[in-house]
């Protein structure tokens, strides 16, 4: 397997796309660290298949965008599986969808900590434990790409901002041979557009993109694998666009 006696640490690991993530790498034959932060009862499913298929897991329950929470949470996974061989920073969401005229301030900082400053809190709480041959994958999104759907403003300029950090990290670490690279997902048939898209935006999405569908967790999953793996051994900086052609870069 892909990641033997490889540890992975995913945020936001227990549910959709991180949940996706978590199982694909473990299937790999990785230790999973899955970190959430309130939905514990899927977390716990998470864990319960990767086991189910002799797998390794770790749940822990962290607040990313608080810097004490990471630190306990980095330090778990260093406890259960030394040096930290995957990073995939997962953890994120749109919050709500405002307009520019309807948020405030306060909601500009929630958007921004939770997908990017928990990024940056993350990777650096765990830089000691990253060595040579280490991958970073932050999971970004097509909204970081093209601004985003009507109220999601603030979320596209997060993702937009992992993606910055993604190349300057990758300039940054790979002297050290760390290797940090990003995915853009588009329209991922998730929890996240149960919630925030209404059924006819979806369909039109779908019916506008070239492979005429939603993604699907899985797809995600595999592409994370893909770069974390030496079979992606001389990409740095890239921010793969995954989304079944709906926008080319």
């Known amino acids: 397997m892909t990641f033997r006696n490889k540890l992975a640490l995913v945020t936001g690991g227990g549910r959709d796309i991180g949940r996706a993530i978590s199982i694909r790498l473990a299937k790999e034959g ?15 499913e998470t864990a319960r298949l990767i086991e189910a298929e002799g797998g390794a897991a770790l749940l822990h329950r962290a607040d990313v965008t608080q810097a004490g929470e ?16 995957i990073l995939v920073n997962c953890a994120g969401g749109l919050v709500a969808r405002k307009t520019l005229a309807e948020m405030d301030e306060a909601f500009f900082d929630q958007v921004m900590d939770l997908n990017l ?9 765990a830089l000691p434990h990253l ?6 994958i932050n999971i970004a999104s097509l909204a970081g790409r093209d601004g985003g ?10 993702k937009g901002g992992l993606a910055a950090l993604t190349r300057g990290w990758a300039k940054e ?29 979806r369909a039109a999405t779908a019916g ?10 899985e797809e995600v999953a595999a592409a994370v ?24 870069s």
């Open 149 to 158: 759907g009507p109220g999601s403003t603030v979320y596209a300029a997060s």
């Open 30 to 44: 990785a230790k999973v660290v899955i970190n959430y932060r309130g939905d514990e009862a899927s977390a716990k």
């Open 70 to 85: 990471v630190s306990g949470l980095v330090d778990a996974a260093a406890a259960f599986g030394g040096r930290i061989d």
């Open 208 to 217: 506008n993109t070239p492979l005429r569908r939603e993604g699907r967790p």
């Open 117 to 125: 400053k928990s990024a940056f809190l993350v990777t650096k709480a």
């Open 131 to 136: 060595g040579e041959g280490a991958a970073i």
């Open 173 to 201: 670490l790979g002297p050290k041979g760390i290797r940090v690279n990003a995915l853009s997902p588009g329209l991922i048939g998730t929890s996240f557009h149960d919630t925030f898209s209404k059924p006819e935006g």
């Open 225 to 248: 694998a893909f770069l974390a793996s030496g079979e992606a051994s001389f990409l740095a900086g890239v921010n793969l666009d995954i989304n079944g052609g709906l926008f080319f």
